[in-house]
């Protein structure tokens, strides 16, 4: 399967370097061209244990990292893990979220295929339907049928023992990949 991880952040390396490692060709897309330079040079630009020797194993084989978000429109499923900082007052800043959306919805406009996108990013509820649904799929304006949408929820645990985990579980509809870290 070819994915699109969009950010190379904790959430979206670790995610991207696990579906990499279950054998998926995976591009990682960031803005910052310094992150994407050390991804693709197997150094990982976050500390995660185990994750510079997924880099080491699938970088320029099945992983690669690209500040341009042209491997969406050849990608089967894009995931979307953003940034979400915190604003003044405690609420969320979406903007990168919104910044995801619309070049996700651009490159979604090319293609004619079937495309799944997945929120990972941290957002508040209403946000898949207030900002991700408006931006990425009315702008590539595509309808229901050829694209769909899903949220998931990421919860992290840290401590001393912690390791990244990839993980394939079979289900009736088919197979579901996960990369998360467990302690």
């Not at 894009?78 to 919805?105: E, H, M, Q, R």
Request: glycine share 8%; proline share 3%.
């Amino acid at each position: 399967m070819k994915i699109s991880v969009i950010g190379g952040g904790y959430a979206g390396l670790v995610t991207g370097a696990c579906l990499s490692g279950l054998g998926h060709a995976v591009t990682i897309v960031d803005v910052d061209p310094a992150k994407v330079q050390m991804i693709n040079a197997k150094k990982p630009p976050i500390y995660e244990e185990q994750l510079e020797d997924l880099l080491q194993k699938n970088c320029g084989d099945r992983l690669c990292a690209s500040t341009s978000y042209e491997s969406v429109s050849n990608s089967d499923l894009t995931f979307i893990c953003v940034g979400t900082p915190s604003n003044s007052d405690g609420s969320a800043n979406l903007a990168y979220v919104k910044s995801a959306c619309i070049s996700v919805g651009k490159e979604l406009k090319k293609i004619l295929n079937y495309q799944v996108v997945v929120v990972k990013s941290t957002v508040p509820t209403g946000t898949t339907e207030r900002i991700v649904c408006p931006w990425c799929y009315n702008l590539a304006r595509k309808r229901q049928a050829r694209s769909d949408l899903q949220q998931t929820l990421s919860f992290y645990r840290r401590d001393r023992r912690s390791r990244i985990s990839c993980t394939r579980t079979g289900s009736s509809s088919g197979a579901s990949m996960t990369g998360h870290l467990t302690g």
